[in-house]
């Protein structure tokens, strides 16, 4: 049956394509986008099957590698909450690398079948990272998705080597740091497997060995999920790596971050362990309201698009982890639900950037006018809905997160998490409106000088493969937003014990 | 205290190879010896595992009739060792990959200083 | 007839009309039909909601769980009603002014205008229908995003400056109905309107009570125009005219009101106001706004701004008989909504005409103008003084209720207040109709006659409806009936 | 076991450590991250590590140092710190 090898096929479709590509590469180059797409395609299916037999009723798999059981073998669980990760990072990948083609040609036109294996490599990691039951398995993705999003953030304008490089150095130190982390975890318990550790855990509570560990690990992943103070390298790496490359990193890569982060407090922890020392779920909440408020006012400052967008993950992802920080079901709700509407949305914006950057040559707000809602109708259109979703207007997919965390903050009675939330919507208001006030209002400066009349216009809207996409997803926000309640009713499902 | 301090020897060193991996990477200009701290970084966190898998009085997890163990306690701790060996060459992985950019980057502004380089940015 | 689908089809059919209306872009004549036929569709839907709306009945429709527990739940209650005949009953007479107008003007991206209009309608009918607070939440920011493009439309830089405000105050406060809502859902468990209020068995400290109150207050209280949020509406007259008539008289202000009295009458209820003396706040803050409102209009020389001013003050005439919380004063503010409609969206509809075709803005250039638009000024006149709370005009029936409510409530204060709002009243529209009639014209309106008649014949609509509504307040629409049949609901349940 | 052995060695760890990161050569500094890597073989070694150890030989002092070799190769030995 091919339900039960589930969580094994996802990464080793991805490994398998990696391989493939360069090989096939040899042979004829040009096609090497197709096979990475054919990669995702399969593996988005599979996750798509795997995910509707979740909810159609099925157990949690836990696949053992080779038949060897834990804590001697390594294992992937496949429950719903990975499962659900999984899908939503494999379908958003699917959907930027369909979009990819021209501006491959264009961004990186010598580098292509390399681009694509690393791609897939990125994607075994991430795949892995959710997929995997065993912390050291997970160290292992971890650094493989990391060297993968070094490579392909190295591919990129001029600026990317060395923003490419900082983030390496700084990464590698977040995984290490996690990885030390592990260290103390095996000392105490012995094990490695996630599920046998959770079970121990309560039983050498107070151990000052676990409370470092706790310490190292989220620090080591804070930085793998640019949690404030923790995100110096995310802004340079996302507006000066490749449009593509930003839109595959950035809508999944702090998400998964903050996915392993999620695993970590609240399955493999639990809020009991985690507070019996020093109220860590309150200091992770602080630095993620701040993170939230600095990243939007980073972002209000920026004057390139990408970088805005790139210092807007920095806030969102304190969403997510200011969820995680509540510790009760409204938060979960809020912050698995937000993993799935900022993946859609900044895949949206990303993609809206690649576009105009592939057709104007830049992303400069300072210079947007006019002209662009005349030129590219249906891309403006995508990025509207987009951003009305990141300002948390109903019915789009943006207000629903909010809602639940706001319900989190007041469940905990935690009024200055509250307004945060609301005072960053706000600011994102601030940034977005401003865009949106260029493109429909401001008057072009091409205007013909003798006649006042614009220089005659006409729609030049990108290809159908990138128009799509970005419209696909575009639709996506709206969809998920009217539809919430029966992904929320799944995410009801996977709550942690204890929760 | 004494006993503690020097009873956990390894773990100091440790700690103070992380630090001076961490010093490298934050107070040298020169992206190699960034890298180079970097290693010395991923070095100590190795030694820690190596550290915790060892145990006074025991000896190496090989079956031999050479070294006659009669309690399988008195053997190491086999798993961190395996697990290293895995992160070694994670490590020699992401120095590749550092190398690759590095030598990128000085192709492109022809200096490994970061501050030089940040100027020839701007 | 089965009513259980109406409220839902007069929500859609102006949002299904906007698909027609971007196609038909480049043909004004059929774009403009198809706004008509939505707008009459629209209020004939609404209509057939009437004999159910008389008899107490409520109409609830369920759509789907947008969040668990949590439906997009649409109701068509008597308050609802009264207030969705208002909204689209008006907006038909406002789409034929518009066409008159915006030709007349010459404006340009009219399509954009249209079709944000129906969006807005569509939101207003949403609002009046929801169900639950969160359903009135969506439509509420809908009606936020929808109306921006009206009010930059002219797309210069007071317009757009006025847009940014807008936005500014708008979506502040829709975030602070969201916290408000969500501390409400976690309190109750429940987010749908009741008359008498959900408070009934959650205990509330009184902090809890009165900041919850604030919330709310700044949420809904910013489109009703309470001082001292009050600062947009005035900025938003750089948009043009219908769009100030209709949103800024009818459509946005009205939610806002609409929205203060399903939260004071059936979130809190009278009970849980008293209690905690929310009543008072409430009170206070619209008495404030009406003699601060009022005083301020007087400074005024542009003409719209005087009655973007009136406007606020005349809200808050709807806000205070809602805090009165006693049977007639509810009757009184519920009357007040359609009585302010119509004699406010008169007195734009003329400002309107006088602009296209005098090009005058402002009062003082309003010398003998009677003489070249009689119709128009005529119109005018009937608008100030039902405003003022003349008969036989309808709002002098509005205001007599709310004195009543006063009375009934043995309350001082409001009395004082609404004696000298109506005499400030007086003193801020006699000026202009003194220079229309009495004063003699310069040379330039030699030549000039009546408005086109797209916005004559509205104008003259709108200010017979209010004299009749004066005359007979339960002709056509019941509106007597159906503010005191809402009334006695929500004081039966105490 | 060897404690003392080993103390010895951590000693020469870190020195060997601080040397590569001083250095003003580059060469120099590859060459003592060399000695810093074929130590750390040998330590892991005598904490019963072995094949940790023979790993730790040939990609920490082998491979490591062949890759920074090229890399110096390709752009330049000159350091300020």
Redesign the interface.
Same mark, same amino acid.
């Given at each position: 049956m091919i339900g039960s090898d589930i969580p094994a096929l996802i990464p080793i479709t991805f490994l398998a394509f990696a391989v493939l590509i360069p090989l096939l590469g040899l042979w004829k180059r040009h096609l090497s986008y197709y096979w990475a797409v054919l990669g995702a395609t399969i593996a988005t299916g599979f996750s798509a099957l795997g995910f509707y037999n979740y909810i159609s009723g099925s157990e949690t798999i836990r696949y053992f590698f080779g038949g060897w059981e834990p804590p001697v073998g390594i294992e992937f669980v496949y429950d719903g909450l990975s499962g659900f990760i999984v899908l939503v990072i494999n379908t958003i990948a699917l959907f930027v690398l369909i979009h990819s083609r021209l501006i491959g040609k264009r961004e990186f036109p010598g580098k292509v079948t390399g681009y694509y294996s690393v791609a897939m490599l990125l994607m075994l990691g991430f795949n892995g990272m959710v997929l995997t039951g065993d912390l050291f398995n997970l160290y292992v993705f971890l650094e493989i998705s990391s060297l993968a999003s070094y490579a392909l953030i190295g591919i990129g304008e001029k600026r990317a080597p060395y923003a490419a490089f900082r983030y390496l150095i700084i990464g590698t130190v977040g995984g290490s740091l996690y990885l030390l982390g592990v260290g103390f975890l095996y000392t105490v318990t012995g094990t490695l497997n996630i599920i046998d550790m959770a079970a121990m855990l309560p039983e050498v509570i107070g151990n000052s060995a676990i409370i470092t560990a706790l310490a190292l690990m989220v620090a080591g992943i804070g930085i793998k999920a640019a949690l404030f103070p923790l995100h110096g390298w995310l802004p340079d790496s996302y507006s000066y790596a490749s449009s593509t490359s930003s839109a595959l990193i950035a809508p999944i890569g702090t998400k998964v971050a903050a996915y392993v982060l999620l695993r970590v407090v609240l399955y493999l922890f639990g809020v009991d362990i985690i507070d019996s020392a020093i109220p860590i779920t309150d200091i992770i909440g602080i630095l993620a309201g701040i993170g939230i408020l600095y990243g939007s006012v980073m972002a209000i400052a920026q004057s390139d698009l990408k970088r805005m967008l790139a210092y807007s993950s920095v806030s969102q992802i304190g969403y997510i982890i200011m969820g995680i920080s509540l510790a009760n079901p409204f938060g979960f709700i809020g912050a698995v639900l937000h993993v799935l509407n900022h993946a859609l949305m900044k895949a949206c914006l990303f993609l809206v950037s690649g576009n105009l950057r592939l057709k104007e040559g830049h992303t400069d707000i300072t210079k947007f006018d006019d002209s662009y809602r005349k030129k590219y109708p249906w891309t403006m259109v995508a990025f509207t809905t987009a951003a009305l979703s990141m300002v948390g207007l109903p019915p789009l997919a943006g207000f629903f997160s909010k809602w639940y965390l706001a319900l989190g903050t007041i469940e905990n009675s935690n009024w200055l998490l509250l307004s945060v939330i609301l005072i960053s919507s706000l600011l994102n208001a601030v940034y977005f409106f401003r865009i949106l006030e260029k493109v429909y209002l401001r008057d072009p400066e091409s205007t013909d000088e003798k006649t006042g009349i614009i220089s005659s216009l006409t729609t030049n809207e990108v290809k159908p493969s990138m128009l799509w996409t970005t419209s696909i997803i575009a639709f996506g926000i709206l969809a998920v937003g009217l539809l919430n309640a029966f992904i929320v009713s799944a995410i009801v499902t996977m709550f942690p014990a204890g929760l | 205290m004494v006993d503690f301090v020097l009873g956990h020897? %390894?773990y100091w @060193?440790t700690i103070?190879?992380l630090a /001076?991996? *961490?010093?490298?990477?934050l107070i040298?200009?020169? *992206? !190699?010896?960034? $890298? /180079?701290?970097?290693? /010395?970084?991923?070095?100590?966190?190795?030694? @820690?595992?190596?550290?915790?898998?060892?145990k006074?009085?025991? +000896? =190496?997890? !090989?079956k031999s009739d050479e070294f006659p163990v009669t309690e399988v306690a008195n053997y190491?701790n086999p798993?961190?060792? $395996?697990?290293? *060996? +895995?992160? /070694? =060459?994670?490590? =020699?992985? $992401?120095?590749? =990959?550092?190398? %690759?950019?590095?030598? +990128?980057?000085?192709n492109?502004?022809e $200096? *490994?200083?970061e501050q030089e380089?940040l100027e020839k940015?701007q | 007839m089965e009513l259980t689908f109406v409220p839902l089809y007069a929500v859609l059919v102006s949002l299904a009309a906007v698909p027609f209306i971007l196609l038909s872009s480049g043909k004004p004549n059929l774009r403009e039909f198809w706004t008509i036929l939505a707008g009459v569709v629209k209020f004939l839907l609404v209509l057939t909601l009437i004999p159910a709306a008389l008899e107490g009945r409520t109409i609830e429709l369920t759509l789907f769980e947008i969040a668990p527990n949590l439906p997009i739940e649409l109701r068509a209650d008597p308050f609802g009603v009264y207030f969705a005949i208002v909204a689209s009953g008006l907006w038909i007479f406002t789409s034929f002014y518009s066409i008159g107008y915006m030709r007349g003007h010459k404006e340009k991206k009219q399509t954009r205008y249209f079709a944000s209009f129906a969006i807005c309608l569509s939101s207003t009918i949403g609002i009046a229908f929801s169900g639950n607070l969160l359903t009135f939440l969506i439509f509420y920011e809908m009606l936020t995003i929808a109306t921006y493009p009206l009010v930059i439309h002219s797309e210069n830089k007071e317009a757009i400056r006025a847009g940014r405000k807008y936005l500014a105050y708008t979506l502040t406060a829709g975030l602070l109905l969201i916290a408000a809502v969500g501390i409400t859902y976690s309190l109750t468990g429940t987010l749908s309107f009741q008359p008498g209020g959900i408070f009934g068995d959650v205990e509330l400290s009184n902090t809890m009570a009165v900041s919850l109150f604030l919330l709310y207050l700044g949420g809904v209280g910013v489109k009703a125009g309470i001082m001292p949020i009050h600062s947009w509406l005035p900025s938003a007259m750089a948009a043009p005219t219908p769009v100030s008539a209709l949103l800024h008289a009818v459509a946005v202000v009205k939610s806002g009101v609409f929205g203060i009295i399903r939260v004071v009458h059936y979130v809190f209820g009278p009970e849980v106001m008293g209690n905690f003396g929310l009543n008072d706040i409430l009170m206070v803050i619209a008495g404030v706004t009406i003699i601060v409102a009022s005083l301020l209009a007087f400074a005024q020389d542009n003409l719209k701004r005087r009655l973007a001013y009136s406007t606020v003050g005349h809200l808050s005439y709807i806000v205070l008989g809602a805090a009165m919380v006693t049977p007639l004063g509810l009757t009184g503010s519920i009357m007040h909504i359609s009585a302010h409609a119509t004699m406010k969206i008169t007195l734009f509809f003329c400002a309107g005409a006088i602009m296209v075709n005098l090009h005058k803005k402002n009062i003082s250039d309003l010398n003998g103008i009677a003489t070249v638009m009689p119709w128009t000024m005529g119109a005018f006149v009937i608008g100030s003084m039902g405003l003022a709370g003349l008969p036989p005009i309808n709002g002098f029936v509005s205001k007599w209720f709310l004195g009543a409510g006063v009375l009934e409530g043995d309350m001082m204060l409001p009395l004082i207040i609404l004696i000298i709002s109506g005499l400030l009243n007086v003193g801020y529209f006699f000026p202009i109709i003194h220079r229309a009639y009495f004063k003699k014209g310069g040379k330039e309106l030699e030549g000039h006659t009546e408005a086109s008649p797209f916005m004559v014949v509205p104008i003259v609509i709108t200010a017979t409806a209010s004299v009749i509504f004066g005359l007979f307040p339960d002709l056509f629409f019941h509106f007597f009936e159906l503010a005191s049949g809402i009334a006695e609901t929500v004081f039966n349940t105490l | 076991m060897y404690w003392e052995f080993e103390l010895i060695l951590f000693f020469f760890l870190l020195t060997t450590a601080i040397i590569a990161l001083e250095s003003d050569d580059l060469l120099v500094a590859v060459v003592m991250l060399t000695i810093f890597s074929f130590l750390n073989a040998l330590l892991f070694t005598t904490m019963g590590a072995v094949d940790v150890g023979f790993t730790e030989a040939v990609v920490g002092a082998g491979v490591t140092g062949i890759l920074l070799v090229v890399a110096i190769y390709q752009t330049t030995y000159k350091t300020v710190d």
């Open positions: - | 020897y %390894a @060193f103070i190879l /001076i991996g *961490l010093y490298g990477m040298k200009d020169n *992206l !190699v010896k960034k $890298t /180079i701290g970097l290693s /010395i970084f991923q070095t100590g966190v190795i030694l @820690f595992f190596v550290s915790i898998a060892s006074w009085g025991a +000896t =190496v997890p !090989v190491m798993l961190p060792h $395996t697990l290293m *060996l +895995t992160a /070694i =060459v994670v490590g =020699v992985a $992401t120095l590749g =990959v550092a190398f %690759a950019l590095l030598i +990128t980057i000085y492109r502004y $200096t *490994l200083n380089l940015i | - | -």
